[in-house]
C-alpha cells in the first residue's frame, strides 16, 4: 500500500512539474521540463517494478528463443504445442493482454517460461535491448505496435529477427516509416501461404520460411476425427459464408440468392470482423433468405467452433484476400466443399499440398447440382492430404525450420564470444 502511495505522489509532482512547464515564459527551461517529464515517469515505474525487471531479464538471459505475442485465439495452442514439441527451457513467450477472453475464448497463458508483458510503452520499458542483442526474437505477427517500435529504435536486432505473418499485419500493414522500415529489414519471414505477396512488396532479401508459427484451436486431430465420425446428413444443404464480418458476405448473398427456393440454409459469422457491416448483413440475409438463413453473433470455445464448422455442408470464403484459413482447413479434414478465389494465397497453396478446393468466381455460373456435388473419391483424397498436413510430425518439421534456423547474425555472436 505504502509503495502505491509513493508511485501516486512521485507521478503528481511530475504532472505538476509537466503543468508547470507549459507556463513557464522561459522556453529553454519549459523545454527541459517537458523533456525529462516521460523518461523519469517511465524510470519510477521501473524502479517500482524492479522485481519483474530482473525477473525478465534472468528468463531471457536463460533462453534462447524469445517470442511476442499477445492474447488471441492462435496463443495458447501455438504455446502449449511448442512447450511439448520443444525444450520448454529454451523458449520464452513475452505475451501482452490485448483481445479479452470473451473474444479468444481461453485463460491468459500460463507456465514457467509464459511472461505478461504489459501492452504499453511502460511493458516494453522493462526490456533492455541488450539483453536481446544474442537472442532470436519471434514475432507472432506484427499488429503490436510496441514490436515495431521496439525493432525501430534498435535496428541491429532486425538481423535476427522473424515476422510470422498471419494476414492482416500484411495486407493492412501500416505505411508509416518505422512499419516499412522494419518490414523491408528483418531477417525471417514466415507465411503458410503469402510468401511471395510478401516479397513483391518488401523485397526478396530475407530468409523466408513456409509457416507462421499459429497453431489453430480448432485444429486438434481427436477432436476433429470424433467429428467426422459421427456426422449425420442434414436436413437441408447447409452453407457457411465468410468467417467473419465482411463486405464480401453481401455480395456472395446476392450471388447465392438463385438458389433461395432450394432446400438449403444460409449462415454467416457476425462475431467479429468488420462489424459495422452488420446490420446490413443481417437485414440482406433475411430479405432474401427468410428464414433459410441464420448467423453467430458471438465467440465460440473452440471446440463448440469446430461442432459448428462441422454442421456445414459447404464453406465460402469470398473475401479477396487470404483469410479464414484455419475454417478452411478445418472445413477440409471434416470433408466439406470449400469455395475460395482461385486468386487467394489460399488456394494456391492447398492445390500445391494435393487439396482440391474450388473457385467462389464461378459460382454465378453454376447449377444447384454443380455447386453442391463433390465426388467421394475427392472427399476422401482431401481429407487424406490434409491429415498429414495437420499431423504433430508436420507442424515440428515446420516449426522446426525456424527454431532450429542458423543464423548468421547470432551465429557470428557465438564466434566472437569464443574467440574471446
Known sequence: ?????????????????????????????????????RPIKLLIRKIFNIKKYIQIKLLIGKNKNIHF???????????????K??????????????????YTMQKFPIGENVIELNLDEFGYFLLNPRDLANKKLIFHSLFNSNDVKLLYENQSLLKHSYWMVWGGDFYEAPTDEANTFVRQNIYGIGSFSDNDLVKQKYGSNHTFFDTNMAIA???S????????????????????????????TLEMFDVLAKFK?????????????????????????????GDKFSYLDKML?????????ASNDILILNQNRQQGGGNAFTSVILGKKVFIKSEITTTQYFLKNKINVFDTNKIKDMSFYEFCEMPQETILSNVKNAEILNSEETFVSYFSTILNDPCPSLKSVTKKRVTK
Open 217 to 219: 484451436p480448432t485444429n
Open 85 to 102: 514439441n520443444f525444450q520448454p527451457n529454451e523458449n520464452l513467450f513475452l505475451v501482452s493482454r490485448f483481445h479479452l477472453e470473451n
Open 221 to 248: 486431430s481427436k477432436i476433429l476425427l470424433e467429428l467426422r465420425n459421427k456426422q449425420i446428413k442434414n436436413e437441408a444443404i447447409v452453407i457457411q459464408v465468410n468467417n467473419s464480418a465482411d463486405y464480401s
Open 1 to 37: 500500500m505504502k509503495k502505491k502511495y509513493i508511485l501516486g505522489a512521485m507521478y503528481s509532482i511530475l504532472t505538476a512539474l509537466k503543468f508547470k512547464a507549459e507556463r513557464i515564459k522561459i522556453n529553454g527551461l519549459r523545454k527541459i521540463l517537458k523533456k525529462i517529464y
Open 301 to 309: 470455445p473452440p471446440k463448440d467452433y469446430a461442432e459448428y464448422l
Open 69 to 83: 505475442m499477445f492474447t488471441d485465439k492462435f496463443t495458447n495452442p501455438t504455446i502449449e504445442f511448442i512447450n
Open 261 to 289: 427456393n432450394e432446400n438449403i440454409h444460409v449462415k454467416t459469422i457476425l462475431s467479429y470482423g468488420a462489424t459495422d457491416f452488420r446490420e446490413k448483413i443481417i437485414e440482406k440475409g433475411h430479405k432474401i433468405f
